[in-house]
Structures are given as structure tokens and as C-alpha cells.
């Protein structure tokens, strides 16, 4: 029997929506002030200035569906508080997602499926705060979407209403079909996310490649194409051989975005400190590492701790604030301590 909402559940669930029906349109109107070339004082554009660009536009999911019929792959990154927002903001990423993996790299928690609703909605809103261009996706934790539609449509309305998110993704497949379509139907843009499932680790057996027999990989594209019917927007495509995974973008109609999925896919997501090299668990087969910022922060971290530990940080004339002679000899008269001395610490030269 599918699930029926009492009379009663359905006007609570009716007027949460009806108090957030223009989300959409509030979420989309975060865009970057209209743009104009910095003037110099006679009012002439300053040269020096021309150079930067204008801000960039909101990415909307009509953006994405145009990205994928131009064949450009989508970027998307996860963010865990404003800095990280900030960042896909400014460096052209198209979706930033708020994913639950933040249970494991921010929270230290040993997997997804401990990270509570309240948890995400905070740093949803840090996420939220730096957010300009790209469109803001965020993930819904385990077990907020399982109960049955009318916990999934209450859960989905806190993630927009207090994390400030524009949609929400879910982990499952065809069997989530039917709480995807009560969040699509009423307005809540959904991203699918099939194939290997971290929720679901521990049924899976670890972190396993999905898809590679005929009969799972079917049952994978069936899963998507469900989906897809049920009214999402994009689907993640986790952990699957490239060749499925181009196979299932080829028969759908809404973007896929790969994570150790291949180059098939209409984009592209890993996570924050993946891409940083911040993170000291296991690497995936599938991961890159742009950069290496854990190697800059060991640095930054050792040379400021030597440096407090000779004496050379805080230097007084540079890095200290002076107070007139007079006022202090004042305050030491004051105080009746009109012996006490100090001279600021030598340098220590290398």
C-alpha cells in the first residue's frame, strides 16, 4: 500500500510550504551586485582596474541543463563553511554541494550516517552566507528521508527555510522514487545519487565499486531513469565502471554528475579536502589532488610556533601597538609602581 497522508498531515505539511512557496524566487535573487568599472576621481574609468571581471551570474538549473546540451562539463565541489563557499564562489565552480561527508572531514565522525539534520542546517547556513554564483545543493542526512513523504517534505523544508539551501540531495534508488516526487511536486528541486551509496556502507558490505555485472548495472540505469521520472534535476552517479556510467548519461535527459564514474558523465564532483589534499584517511582510486594545502598548513603551523617560541613573533614596531611615554609613566604613578622598566625583546638573529 503506498504511503497516504492524513487529512490533518497534509495541512501541516501545505502550510510549512505555503509559508516558503517563494524560496525558489528568494534563492534565486542571491545574486552579485550589478557590476560597474571602478572611476577615478575626474569620473574616468580607472585603467588599472578595467581588468576585473564582472561578477559572475547565478548558476540556476536551466544553467546546467544548457551546460550539458553544450556538452561543457559541469564542476561541482562540496563546502563546509563560509571560506570553502567562498572559494567555489570565486573560482567558477558551478554547484556547490553541503555534503554529508563533512560527518567525516569537519566533524570526525566515522562515517555519513552519524551526522544529525541540526548538524547540517548549521553548516548549511555558514555555506548559505558565501554563496554568490553557484547553485547551492546540500545533502540530506541519513534517516531524515526515510520515515515515509511526509518526514521527507518536513526535512527537505528545513534544509531550505533554515539552511538556505536552493535544492537537496538524496542517496537511494528507484525505491526513493516516490519521496522524490513529493518534494518535486511541490516545488523542492531535487539532485538524485545512485550507484555506490556511503549511507548504506555497511549494507554494501564497504565502499564497494557498484554496476560491474550486467544484472547491477541494469538495476543501477533503472534506478536513474526512475528518478529521473520522478522530477530530479541532476543525479550523482558514485563509485560505478566509466562505460555504465556513459551509458546511463546517454539515456538520460538531466545532467550526471560522476565521482569515480569517469569522464562519460555530464560532470564532475569530488570533495573539498580531497581536491586540497587536507584529508589523512584513505584516498580513493578515483581522487586527484590539486593541491596540497595540508603541506602549507604543517609550514604555517611549525613556523608560527618557532617563531612565539625565540621571541621573533610579535615583533614590537612592527607588529605591536605604542602607547605614549608620558601616559604610561602616568598610569606606573598611578599604580605607585614607578620602578617597573621593560625593554621590548631583541630580535634573534638566524
Same mark, same amino acid.
Not at 63 to 80: D, G, K, M, N
Given at each position: 500500500m503506498p504511503h497516504m497522508l492524513s487529512s490533518a498531515s497534509r495541512t501541516r505539511v501545505i502550510t510549512s510550504i505555503a509559508r516558503f512557496q517563494n524560496i525558489g524566487q528568494r534563492c534565486m535573487s542571491v545574486r552579485p551586485l550589478k557590476y560597474e568599472p571602478p572611476t577615478n576621481t575626474s569620473g574616468e574609468p580607472s585603467p588599472q582596474k578595467q581588468a576585473l571581471p564582472p561578477p559572475r551570474k547565478k548558476v540556476t538549473i536551466a %544553467?546546467?541543463? #544548457?551546460? &550539458?546540451?553544450? &556538452?561543457?562539463?559541469?564542476?561541482?565541489?562540496? #563546502?563546509?563553511d563560509y571560506p570553502t563557499a567562498r572559494a567555489a564562489s570565486t573560482h567558477g565552480i558551478d554547484v556547490t554541494?553541503?555534503?554529508? %561527508? =563533512? #560527518?567525516?572531514?569537519?566533524?570526525?565522525? %566515522?562515517s555519513t550516517t552519524s551526522l544529525t539534520l541540526d548538524e547540517m542546517l548549521h553548516h548549511c547556513r555558514a555555506v548559505a552566507r558565501g554563496t554568490t554564483a553557484p547553485l547551492l545543493v546540500a545533502d540530506m542526512p541519513f534517516g531524515s528521508f526515510y520515515a515515509g513523504k511526509e518526514d521527507t517534505v518536513r526535512a527537505a523544508v528545513r534544509m531550505l527555510q533554515e539552511g538556505n539551501v536552493e535544492a537537496v540531495k538524496l542517496e537511494g534508488g528507484s525505491e526513493i522514487a516516490g519521496r522524490v516526487q513529493a518534494l518535486t511536486s511541490i516545488g523542492i528541486p531535487v539532485m538524485a545519487h545512485v550507484g555506490l551509496l556511503p549511507q548504506r556502507h555497511t549494507a554494501l558490505s564497504g565502499y564497494r565499486v557498484q554496476g560491474r555485472t550486467a544484472q547491477s548495472g541494469r538495476s543501477i540505469l533503472h534506478s536513474a531513469l526512475a528518478l529521473e521520472e520522478a522530477g530530479a534535476f541532476s543525479i550523482v552517479l558514485e563509485a560505478i565502471p566509466s562505460s555504465l556510467a556513459a551509458y546511463i548519461t546517454s539515456r538520460l535527459k538531466v545532467p550526471t554528475i560522476g565521482i569515480g564514474a569517469g569522464p562519460g558523465c555530464a560532470g564532475q564532483v569530488l570533495v573539498w579536502d580531497d581536491v586540497m589534499g587536507t584529508w589523512a584517511g584513505h584516498k580513493a582510486k578515483f581522487v586527484r589532488r590539486f593541491g596540497d594545502v595540508k603541506s602549507e598548513v604543517e609550514r604555517g603551523v611549525n613556523a608560527y610556533a618557532n617563531a612565539v617560541r625565540n621571541g621573533s613573533f610579535p615583533q614590537h614596531n612592527k607588529e605591536g601597538y605604542r602607547m605614549d611615554d608620558g601616559e604610561m609613566?602616568? =598610569?606606573l604613578e598611578m599604580e605607585g609602581d614607578r620602578e617597573w622598566t621593560w625593554s621590548p625583546p631583541k630580535l634573534m638573529s638566524n
Open positions: %544553467s546546467l541543463h #544548457a551546460l &550539458r546540451q553544450e &556538452r561543457t562539463p559541469i564542476t561541482v565541489l562540496t #563546502a563546509y554541494l553541503v555534503g554529508d %561527508s =563533512l #560527518a567525516q572531514v569537519c566533524l570526525g565522525y %566515522s609613566e602616568k =598610569l
